[in-house]
Structure formats: C-alpha cells, structure tokens
C-alpha cells in the first residue's frame, strides 16, 4: 500500500508540539493525545470548538467525531451548559467544602433517570468512581477478587490497571488469561485481586463464577465494549451476566462512563435492559465540564452513608461541574433527544458501510446509537483479541488520515470510537460520506 494522503497545513501544530515537549513529557498531558497513540507526527493543536465543529492552531476546520473523546454530546460549548456554569461562578463561586442544595437536585435527576441507581455519590472523574465501586463491593461482599475483562479500561488506578491491550503472548490462553500490567511501577501482587477473562463468553464466565464465586466481590464491565474499538455484547451475554453474580452472590459493576447518558437518558443498562447493582458515570454527564459519579443500590450505598467505606475530594462537588451536570440533564431529559441524536447517528453509521460496501473495502461499522467504530476486517469481532487477530490497524490509519485530510476529525486509533453529538446535522453527515466516498475510492486502487 502506497496511498499517502495529501495532509492539511500544520506547522503551527508541529512548533507548538516542539515547544510543549521541552516542558511536558510526551509533549502533551494524557496518553490518548500522544504520539504513539497515532496522533503522527503530532497532535493537532486546538484553538477553539463549536457546535460539531473544531479549529485548529492553523486554521483548519474540521467536522469533530472525537468530541472531547466523548465527553461533547451537546457539540462544543453549548450556551446552555455554558450560561449555566458562567452563572454559578459569577454569583455564587466555585469551591465551598461545603453542600449546596444543587448537588441534591442533580442526584434526584440521575436517580430518576438510571433504572439501577437508588442513591449516588459525586466524583470528578471515572477513574475515582470505578475506585471507589470496587472498593464498595470488597467491603459489601467480604470477598476480595474483581473480575475484569482483556480489552477494557476502567481508569489508571493500580487495581483495575491491567490487561487493557496487553500483548498475547504475554497474556496467555485465550479462555483463561493472565493479568498483563499496563506498565511499570504497578505493585506486584494487586494481580491477585483480579481475574481476567475473555469478553462475550457466556460459559467461561459461569465457570469461573462457580468455582471460585466465594472470593468474587464483583464483575466489572462496560455494557458495550468501548476501550477495544465498539464491540456489542452478542444476544443474551449481559442477562447471563446479571444471572451468574446473582447467583454467586457477587455485584455486576457497570462502567458507564461512555455509555451513560450516551445511548439513552437512563445509559446503555436502559437500553439494552439490564440492571447492574453499581454504576459509574462521566463523560455524558458534565456536557463538557469534569464530573463523575457512582451509584447504586440503597443497601450497598449504605456503607459510605455512615462512613464505613469513605469517599471523599476537595474538589468533589463543586460548583462548576454541579451546575454543568444539572444543565446537561435537563437538555438530556427533552422529549426527542435521543431520538434525533439516533436518527443523525444512523445515518453516519449506515452510510459509512454503504461507502464501504461500494467500494469493496473490508470493513465493519459497528456501533450503537451515537458511538461506533470502523473494523477493517471481514471478521466478526467479538472481543479483543479477534480485534489484535483480524483488524487491519495499518488500512485504518490510511482511512484516519485520509478523512482528517478531508476535513473530518475522529481519534487515529482503531481501539477508540466515533462519537455524534446533537450538535450535529444531517449536513454534517452528508459531508463527512462524501469524504468518506473520496477516501475509499483511494483506498480500493491501492489496497
């Protein structure tokens, strides 16, 4: 394959990129930005987001599916949220350590709008929740192993750390995995705690949760795999799920962190009916602005009410990201949100394998609702190992830069997603398929 795209101009990128790297190490302060997360030979620099658009430090446009890598349903900077938040702090401030009758109204929404949640607890980010959620769980069940799942992420703390895209060989037999560590400086021994399994295998997961369900606290799961690309739990995997912890007397955590308020008011355990007894939340809840939360049933909540599982943070509940959450929801909660927010996804997710299918490319959009993904393969990928297996990560690069060429913005690495906010038009999307059109003819004479 030769196809070089032709690239938009970015040097003021690149100068900036050099500048930061002298003072910043890596250039930038998250790993997702990184070079060797593909953004080659740089990452765009950003001067400023509207709506469904992003500009960057050269004065390009682009039509943004990375979208905050999420957190943006409403598009950027939405009056609403932002009226809301320059509100707060012009006439009433920030931080207090202290409670405001507005983080009451907020748990009431998402109490009401989660089918799961009884009580919540607010954070300022997933990686706390999910903290937290498992430490719940150790202390509701008396027992001390988690079972997580290869090709997941559930934040960067030492006990969830592990086998998110970890190399095979290391990893060891498909049915039964080893815990691989994101990287050094994870103390050794935490592993113990854990149990890694395949994602989408209903039978290895009842065997391990009759065998050694009396040490199990929890599974911890994304409902829809969204840290290994998109990957959907096939038919009736997330009931046998709910089914075996129940019997084995072990919580079903959900890590809802892209999925809540996302596929529906009430996150992915509305929409695809299936009810957890912990979740976590984030990037949907804030429309832009750091806020998280951890929910669940009454009688487990009930040890942080009394203090015996503390959760605690300086930060935790300010009044910025009160504010934005309450104004999120309440934008969330119209009638119809989610349903033009659907019909506007549908149309990027369907007509991207109609593009695809044209011109004979290799290649899956799998998705649901307003969060997909591109597999360049002609193999169902139903975990993360089918995705190292049978996904042509080098075709996706060509297709990421093409498109970025164009005018089109979406992360360049294939085990992250496309993201649609309501900010988005039927315009938007036409848009972006005729680049889509453009880029795969391109792609079919070289491939």
């Known amino acids: 394959m030769n196809f070089v795209p032709k690239h938009p101009r970015t040097a003021i990128s690149g100068a900036l990129f050099d500048a930061a790297a002298k003072v910043i190490p890596g250039g930038v302060n998250s790993t997702a930005r990184a070079t060797w997360s593909g953004w080659t030979p740089y990452p765009l620099f950003v001067a400023k987001g509207s709506g469904s658009q992003l500009e960057d430090v050269d004065g390009n446009v682009y039509t943004d599916y990375l979208l905050g890598l999420g957190p943006m349903i409403l598009g950027h900077r939405p009056p609403e949220v932002t009226r809301a938040v320059v509100d707060f702090i012009e006439t009433r401030g920030t931080v207090f350590a202290l409670p405001t009758a507005d983080e009451a109204t907020l748990a009431d929404k998402i109490v009401a709008a989660v089918p799961s949640v009884e009580q919540v607890r607010l954070c300022n980010t997933g990686t706390e ?165 951890l929910g669940g049933r009454r009688e487990i909540m009930a040890l942080v009410s009394d203090g015996r599982v503390s959760m605690a943070g300086t930060y935790t509940a300010n009044g910025i990201a009160v504010a934005a959450a309450n104004a999120t929801l309440d934008i969330l909660a119209r009638p119809r949100f989610y349903g033009d927010l659907d019909a506007v996804s549908d149309q990027l997710r369907h007509g991207l394998q109609a593009v695809f299918d044209a011109a004979a490319l290799p290649a899956r959009v799998v998705g649901i609702g307003p969060l997909m993904q591109v597999w360049f393969t002609t193999h169902a990928i139903r975990n993360y190992r089918d995705a190292e297996r049978f996904a042509d990560q080098g075709l996706f690069d060509l297709w990421w830069r093409g498109m970025l060429a164009r005018g089109v913005l979406f992360h360049p690495g294939a085990y992250e997603n496309l993201f649609v906010s309501s900010a988005h038009t039927t315009a938007d999307i036409e848009a972006t398929l005729d680049a889509a059109r453009d880029v795969a003819a391109e792609l079919s004479r070289r491939v």
Not at 136 to 151: H, N, P, Q
Not at 160 to 188: C, E, F, M, N, T
Not at 209 to 229: R, S
Request: proline content about 8%; charged content about 20%.
């Open 129 to 293: 929740a999910v903290l937290y959620a498992t430490r719940l769980a150790r202390a509701f069940t008396g027992r001390r192993k988690i079972v997580r799942f290869e090709g997941m992420y559930h934040g960067f703390s030492d006990g969830v750390y592990w086998s998110k895209h970890p190399s095979i060989p290391a990893a060891g037999p498909d049915s039964s995995p080893r815990p691989v560590a994101q990287g050094p400086g994870l103390p050794a021994g935490v592993e113990q705690n854990l149990i890694i399994l395949p994602w989408n295998d209903p039978e290895v997961l009842r065997a391990v949760l009759k065998t050694q369900g009396h040490e199990i606290a929890a599974v911890l799961t994304e409902p829809v795999m969204c840290n290994t690309g998109c990957i959907l739990p096939e038919p009736g995997y997330l009931e046998a799920m709910r089914e075996a912890t129940r019997e084995a007397g072990a919580l079903l955590i959900f890590d809802e962190v892209i999925t809540g308020f996302r596929l529906a008011l009430g996150g992915a355990q509305e929409r695809l009916r299936v009810t957890p007894d912990l979740s976590v939340f984030a990037k949907g809840l804030g429309g832009g602005f750091p806020v998280a939360a």
